[in-house]
């Protein structure tokens, strides 16, 4: 753990909360056999109400940073999370018609609190460190997941899916209490902006983006990966299945996915620590798309476990690199809004991948795989050759702050 020293204890604390909270937040995972078993909804309909929640989710994402930026990344954390766990327990209570408003709100809190909670360790660790600080949130949360879709499986068999919703609410208000709990609030928050100046108190965001080029280049990079990326939940089930495999062997598959990252993220980020940190991304990218070139071979055992290994190996070198890259380019007074645009725009595939990926496969299905490869690698390589640059045009340019300068930044903000 020498690695890990400069993680701040707010930071263990955090992913403390973030594992509990992990493992009951199942309901995603069975929302649409909820939908369309319990409730009686038919499949189109099932869909429409998830597809719904889907954008609450990202909408979410990209307004969290926004509103701690201006009140308090630990403010809104507390508030989204009462929001969200209110709004999960409650749903087993209310009509059909009223799931098309609570379930979207229900994502959105969620994403609000995603997009706080990176603010808040953002602000919290000094630049140098943040890699470190996010790997060890990521693994939390990673490991949370690996052990709530079957704990959820076994509450929904034995008992009913109404359980999952209360277990769920309860465990979001719970991290809204530990958090309060394990963050001290720092002084008031934020005074409110001037109106005109976009919320940032020195520009709009905007102008802050085209400073730093290079965030926009990653956050256009990462929204071609995620579209790319979650094709293994949407269309790669298919896939399987129209070459005779069950259920089963895609559960296998995905559960890799976990065990890898669980295994390999905490070394990775102290060993890449000092690398810089676009090359970093560009290889993660790289190594996503040699994952889908692996399908090329077939549908096999062999090549879907290669697929899942190389898509993990390159999820833990893009993920947690790119969120401490924008939280490193980010100006004091708009971390929130840089981790809230990198946030959403991460979670863009969940909106997007299902319909692109679906409609592809169903009209050329030997055309998906070679162009996720290509797109993924494509974007790599971008960040890679921009990497290259930035090395050879020296650290000028905003963004570029000595750690010194960031480790004291702002801490009021957390509100």
């Not at 308090?72 to 929001?83: C, D, E, I, N, Q």
């Not at 559960?251 to 905490?266: F, K, Q, T």
């Not at 998906?368 to 890679?384: D, N, R, T």
Request: aromatic share 8%; glycine share 14%.
């Amino acid at each position: 753990m020498q690695g890990f020293k400069d993680v701040p204890r707010v930071v263990w604390l955090l992913a403390a909360g973030v594992f509990v909270n992990a493992v009951v937040s199942f309901t995603f995972v069975f929302v649409f056999l909820y939908l369309t078993g319990p409730r009686g909804l038919g499949a189109a309909e099932a869909g429409v109400v998830t597809g719904i929640g889907g954008v609450g989710l990202v909408a979410g994402n990209f307004t969290g940073g926004w509103y701690g930026d201006r009140f308090g990344h630990r403010r809104v954390l507390l508030a989204a999370s009462t929001v969200g766990g209110l709004t999960l327990m409650g749903v087993p209570l209310l009509s059909t018609p009223l799931l098309y408003a609570a379930l979207p709100l229900a994502q959105y809190a969620s994403g609000v609190v995603r997009a706080a909670n990176s603010a808040l360790v953002a602000v919290t660790v000094a630049e140098g460190s943040r890699r470190q600080a996010f790997a060890v949130v990521r693994c939390a949360s990673n490991g949370g997941f690996a052990l709530g879709p079957p704990l959820g499986a076994l509450i929904a068999a034995g008992a009913s899916y109404d359980w999952l919703f209360l277990a769920d609410g309860l465990g979001t208000l719970f991290f809204a209490l530990w958090t309060a709990r394990a963050v001290p609030a720092r002084g008031a928050a934020r005074a409110p902006a001037a109106a005109g100046d976009g919320g940032s108190g020195r520009g709009g965001l905007l102008a802050e983006l085209r400073a730093r080029p290079a965030v926009a280049v990653l956050l256009g990079a990462v929204l071609v990966a995620d579209v790319v990326y979650r094709q293994q939940y949407y269309v790669f089930p298919v896939f399987l299945a129209d070459h005779g495999f069950d259920v089963r062997t895609f559960g296998l598959v995905i559960a890799l996915n976990g065990a890898v990252i669980l295994l390999l993220e905490l070394p990775a980020a102290v060993a890449l620590r000092d690398r810089p940190p676009l090359a970093v991304i560009g290889s993660g990218l790289v190594l996503v798309g040699a994952g889908y070139a692996a399908l090329l071979a077939g549908a096999g055992i062999a090549s879907a476990v290669t697929m899942m290994v190389l898509l993990s190996l390159g999820e833990i070198l893009y993920k947690t690199t790119a969120t401490a890259f924008v939280a490193d380019r980010a100006p004091e007074h708009a971390v929130g809004r840089f981790q809230s645009l990198y946030a959403g725009v991460s979670v863009s595939g969940t909106v997007l991948a299902a319909p692109l990926g679906g409609a592809l496969y169903a009209a050329a299905p030997g055309l998906l795989w070679p162009l996720c490869a290509g797109l993924a690698a494509g974007a790599g390589a971008v960040l890679i050759r921009l990497s290259a640059r930035e090395r050879g045009a020296g650290p000028a340019g905003p963004g570029a702050r000595p750690a010194h300068e960031t480790g004291s930044r702002a801490r009021a903000v957390a509100g």
